[in-house]
């Protein structure tokens, strides 16, 4: 298996979260410790880029819902961009094309945060 890591850069005032390797309950905790991070920092438009995610389980899926809400009550957003088909498959199966906007890339889910000011 591959392994997990994360990286996190600004763009337009937007906090990007790189993904890449295997998102699962082992390595889940390292994406909550940065979205937790972006909340106490009061940075609520989040941008998920999984160009270079490989895998996702449910404890990865997880992580999604565990903090939607709280960046929601602050008037942001998670969003995600760059899936691979096999990727955007689990999330699609799971409902998650209804409850977060997937854009094909960054640079369009950026747009969609600068949009909606």
Not at 34 to 39: H, K, P, T, V
Not at 50 to 55: I, K, P, Q, S
Not at 92 to 110: H, M, R, V
């Amino acid at each position: 298996m591959s392994n997990f890591k994360v990286g996190i850069r600004e763009n337009q005032n937007v906090q990007v979260v790189d993904l890449k390797g295997y998102l699962d309950a082992h390595t889940a905790p390292e994406l909550e410790k940065i979205f937790q991070a972006l909340i106490d920092k009061k940075n609520f438009n989040i941008v998920v880029n999984c160009r270079d995610l490989n895998y996702i389980s449910s404890a990865g899926l997880g992580v999604f819902m565990a903090y939607i809400e709280d960046v929601r009550k602050n008037s942001g957003d998670i969003k995600l961009s760059n899936m691979s088909a096999k990727i955007y498959n689990v999330f699609d199966l799971l409902g998650f094309p209804l409850l977060y906007d997937i854009t094909s890339d960054e640079a369009e889910a950026i747009q969609n945060f600068c949009s909606k000011k």
